[in-house]
């Protein structure tokens, strides 16, 4: 059972912020959702090898050698603020 | 009351690698900010992470070398956090398939003997940016150079039980970390940091006290001050019969005391899943054999080859082997000239001092093996004193010089011509009538005092050897050349 608790506190975790109208409702969809994966793990899936990754790769890998990265004008341009060079940000004390 | 402490080390390697970890920005620090980043580090939508080999290598070159196990096939996951040190609110990093599990580090434990330090297991993960937080204008400044750069956290099982064993930990880890070149392994540049889990329990108690964790120390003596104070904390705590709480605490090096950091219980909710932009890695069996015999040969079997195969005691190598270049130095010395224990003397003697003073290693120096060959053959020869050679030697760093150039031009040579070696040896005897008669009342010890005073007359230059020979000739001859 998810209580309107869980969905207050996983909108925290996520940074949603939640109107009161918008509680109840979403309680109910996470519920049918569990319910639904409830009725998934009743499958018998012992032989099935799990899926990792969507797409059948396995060993992407690439040679260690270095390649341009952008200049501190080009990274800086989608910031919000900036200031010395740096993304400028509100201050979080984790 | 006596309580048993128990420790736990968790140890974040930045991996010297050329590139970061899932991109081509090159992995430098001391750069202006923000001038090492790519749409990838910077976690821009529709930019896509890849695996760099180098990365793998030493990661599997450490698990090796830890004595771990190598997962045939693992994954990536994200580490859901929001803070401004990531970019793309998630971590790379690894969950439930660390790259490599279950190995052990040897240690000399407290009791002195020799203790098996278990590893439970060594991850990859991307480093996160830096932040510096601006107070007067209440904002933080993000510097994404260093997000991205491989890390690999090393944890160890709660095998440990004093600070001191968490130290000496530490030091055989990046002792054995040196060999394989895989990392700068610098607590004070942050290439190697470390968190330590301290918890205490009555002794014979199957089950762990609560722990707190403890971070933001930064060399492996703070590590160790750090631990002291919290196991005193943690003792207070419990005999005034309040509980400890489980929390992360940061020590402050000037105050010398560790602070709750009170974090929000939420923090610690990662919410793994597995990371979708990156491919399952395998790792076949033939790579990890092949990984294995490109090992270098490690400390501690270093050290006991040095002791068979030179025959130098346990303490000589064990200095020797504490820096792997060193040790390589003294093995082509010792191809030249026979006698290893001389080349040891020097090795971890006057040389290592010098080293020290100049802040320099052998290997960057400019001293070669022919060099010290040189040099302690011509002692041997008495072309030069045991005295001046160590001046010899302060002078070949600085200048790079061979031996005999040197002494040539200070006039260091060693005065070995018996002409002038007989008027220093018969001064001596002038100049002190009173020893001279006491050896001759039978205090033959009291020779060792001429022979010294002769040396110094001649600046060092002379030879001892023989000048103690002219000395006793002498002494039995008469002070003034006639016989008794
Ligand atoms: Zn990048």
Redesign the interface.
Known sequence: MITDQDVR?VA??S?IHLREEEVDRLRKNLEDILRYIEKLNQLDVSAVEPT????P???????????P????EE??S?AV?K??????????I? | MIFETVIGLEVHLQLR???KIF????NQFGE????????VC?G?PGSLP???????EYALKTGLALNCEINPQF?FDRK?Y???DLTKAYQISQFDQPVCRQGELIIPGDGGAAKKIRINRAHLEEDAGKL????AR???????NRAGTPLLEIVTEPDLRSSQEAYEYLRILKLTLSYLDVSDCDMEKGSLRCDANVSIRAPGDAKLGTKTELKNMNSFKAVKAAIDYEVNRQRAVILGGQRVVQETRLWDENKAMTFS?R?KE??H?Y?YF?E?D?????VPEEVVEEMRQTLPELPQAKMERFTQTYGISVYDAGVLAQDRLTAGFFEQCAALYPEAKKICNWLNGDVLKEMNERKITVAASTLQPEDLVDLIRKIEEGAVSQLKAKDVLKIMLDSGKNCSAIIAEQGWGQVSNDEELLKIAQQALADNPATVAQIREGKLSAIGFLVGQAMQKSGGKANPKKIKELIEKNLQAGADGKPF
Do not use: W
């Open positions: 506190y925290a975790l940074r990792n990754h969507v797409l790769l396995k060993n992407v890998l690439r040679p260690d050698d270095a390649r990265s952008l200049t501190q990274a800086l989608i603020e200031s010395q060079g740096a993304f400028k940000v509100p201050k979080v984790e | 690698t050329n590139t991109c081509g920005c090159a202006s900010p923000n001038t090492r980043t790519c749409p910077l821009l890849v695996f760099n080999a180098k990365a793998l994954k859901n929001f803070y401004p510096i937080h601006d107070d209440n904002c933080s400044l993000a510097d994404y950091m974090s939420e923090a909710d919410r597995p979708p990156l491919p399952l890695v395998t």
